[in-house]
């Protein structure tokens, strides 16, 4: 507050507005910068009565904001690369270590009283080590999954558009992970991650055929953006055993979760937490400030979406 403060008059609503609200605030010509979360929609008939010099994103992703309209009205979009990476990285490889080893499903078990003791055939998962996890995308986020992965033993591929990533661009990765062609990354995973930017391209790019075209013990984990997922076939694949189970911290229609989803045992599903630890929101907060501020006062930001 003290650093958006430094650059003019702050005014910080007592609630989040709602899409007609944030949408009468952007044309009543009283703001320049807005800081916002993802759940806020700027969408091309809001910009284009917009009359705001630029959008402070609170978070790395910007799918709640159409970019071309902004650029084609003028108004600059920021983002908060980087500060999020190793967090979410550790909320995706949670989620296969939960989903693999059914965590809530054993956690439950033991709360409600019904754990009578060691038992051979006891709530039995599947092995993470030397494992086939497929990386769909493999920027920040997918590269430091990478890194725990390879911890823990796991064959790690990946596949992005553009084909292999030279070796020279990889880093530590270097030799160690594998990229593979998008069908064969699908057929072949025991665990499917989503690493991708929620676009028209990626949106239900899982979807009936690609689920069906996974193993049937294969899992697959999401912490990207939930529309990258049918949600709907989703549940059916769970539901028919075309796959083995799911590990979501984000939904098609948040905070809705798809019908039947919830019911299902073989999934770990969490609110959106991908980047919720105190320190990361903090440097998140920050970093959005120094864009909202440098937006306001007319300098170039340090993390433009669309300049
Ligand atoms: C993001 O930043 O895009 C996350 O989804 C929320 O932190």
Redesign the pocket.
Known sequence: MTMLRSAGEVVLPSRPLSASELDIACASGDYDVVVAQ?TDRFDAALLARASIKGIA???????NVDVAAATANGVLVC??PGV?TEA?ADLAMLLILATARRCVEADEFTRSGRFEGWRPELLLGADVSGAALGLAGFGRIARATAKRALGFGMDVRYTVRRGPIPDGELGELAGRVRYLPWTELVRTSDFLSLHVPLTEDTLHLIDAATLRSMKPTAFLIN???GPIIDEKALVDALRSGEIGGAGL??YECEPRLASGLAGLPNTTLLP?V???TRS??AR?AELCADNAVAMAVGEPPRHPVNA
């Open positions: 993802l994103n609170y978070a790395v992703g910007f799918d983002n908060t999020l979410t912490t990207a953006r911290d984000v959106h991908g980047s919720a990361v929101r998140m």
